[in-house]
Protein backbone atom coordinates (compact mmCIF):
# COMPACT_ATOMS: atom_id res chain seq x y z
CA UNK A 1 0.00 0.00 0.00
CA UNK A 2 1.38 3.25 -1.12
CA UNK A 3 1.72 6.31 1.69
CA UNK A 4 -1.18 8.53 2.18
CA UNK A 5 -1.01 11.68 0.14
CA UNK A 6 -4.13 13.16 1.29
CA UNK A 7 -5.64 11.68 4.30
CA UNK A 8 -9.67 12.98 4.69
CA UNK A 9 -11.32 11.91 7.86
CA UNK A 10 -15.30 12.52 8.18
CA UNK A 11 -17.12 11.44 11.13
CA UNK A 12 -20.47 12.79 12.67
CA UNK A 13 -22.21 10.78 15.59
CA UNK A 14 -25.80 11.92 14.78
CA UNK A 15 -27.38 9.70 12.34
CA UNK A 16 -29.09 10.40 9.32
CA UNK A 17 -26.82 13.42 8.33
CA UNK A 18 -25.84 12.10 5.43
CA UNK A 19 -21.86 10.76 6.32
CA UNK A 20 -21.98 7.84 4.06
CA UNK A 21 -23.43 9.82 1.00
CA UNK A 22 -20.73 12.77 1.98
CA UNK A 23 -17.66 10.34 2.18
CA UNK A 24 -18.76 8.20 -0.60
CA UNK A 25 -19.46 10.80 -3.07
CA UNK A 26 -16.00 12.26 -2.03
CA UNK A 27 -14.59 9.19 -2.64
CA UNK A 28 -15.99 8.71 -6.15
CA UNK A 29 -14.72 11.92 -6.94
CA UNK A 30 -11.09 11.73 -5.94
CA UNK A 31 -10.98 8.60 -8.08
CA UNK A 32 -9.42 5.16 -8.61
CA UNK A 33 -6.81 5.25 -6.51
CA UNK A 34 -8.76 5.62 -3.26
CA UNK A 35 -9.35 4.13 0.14
CA UNK A 36 -12.99 4.09 2.13
CA UNK A 37 -13.36 3.36 5.06
CA UNK A 38 -16.81 2.56 6.68
CA UNK A 39 -16.27 2.23 10.31
CA UNK A 40 -20.33 2.37 11.05
CA UNK A 41 -20.52 -0.09 13.94
CA UNK A 42 -24.07 -0.87 13.42
CA UNK A 43 -24.58 -0.70 9.72
CA UNK A 44 -21.71 -0.15 7.18
CA UNK A 45 -23.52 0.24 3.86
CA UNK A 46 -21.20 2.71 1.39
CA UNK A 47 -21.04 -0.99 -0.36
CA UNK A 48 -24.33 0.45 -2.24
CA UNK A 49 -23.61 3.72 -3.24
CA UNK A 50 -20.11 2.85 -4.80
CA UNK A 51 -20.60 -0.89 -5.97
CA UNK A 52 -17.29 -2.10 -5.96
CA UNK A 53 -15.02 -5.18 -6.67
CA UNK A 54 -13.79 -6.71 -3.46
CA UNK A 55 -10.39 -8.25 -3.25
CA UNK A 56 -11.10 -10.22 -0.24
CA UNK A 57 -12.88 -10.18 2.67
CA UNK A 58 -12.24 -10.99 6.53
CA UNK A 59 -14.56 -11.87 9.10
CA UNK A 60 -13.66 -10.28 12.56
CA UNK A 61 -15.13 -11.14 15.77
CA UNK A 62 -14.82 -9.56 19.31
CA UNK A 63 -15.08 -12.44 22.07
CA UNK A 64 -17.58 -11.96 24.57
CA UNK A 65 -16.47 -13.40 28.01
CA UNK A 66 -18.96 -15.88 29.68
CA UNK A 67 -19.91 -14.85 33.12
CA UNK A 68 -20.21 -16.91 36.13
CA UNK A 69 -23.73 -16.04 37.24
CA UNK A 70 -22.54 -17.75 40.86
CA UNK A 71 -20.36 -14.95 41.12
CA UNK A 72 -21.78 -12.28 39.46
CA UNK A 73 -24.16 -11.26 42.71
CA UNK A 74 -23.37 -7.60 41.93
CA UNK A 75 -22.36 -5.47 39.27
CA UNK A 76 -18.98 -5.04 40.85
CA UNK A 77 -18.49 -8.60 41.13
CA UNK A 78 -19.46 -9.14 37.59
CA UNK A 79 -17.10 -6.89 36.77
CA UNK A 80 -13.64 -8.20 38.81
CA UNK A 81 -14.92 -11.88 36.98
CA UNK A 82 -14.84 -10.52 33.72
CA UNK A 83 -11.76 -8.35 33.62
CA UNK A 84 -9.84 -11.59 35.19
CA UNK A 85 -10.82 -13.72 32.23
CA UNK A 86 -9.50 -11.41 29.68
Known amino acids: MRPLKND ?3 CKWKGGTGK ?6 LAM ?3 S ?6 C ?3 EPNSHLFINPVFEK ?3 VTTPVP ?8 SVENATKYVNSKL
Open 8 to 10: YKY
Open 20 to 25: TTVATN
Open 29 to 31: AIG
Open 33 to 38: DVQLLD
Open 40 to 42: DVE
Open 57 to 59: TIT
Open 66 to 73: EVDKKNAT
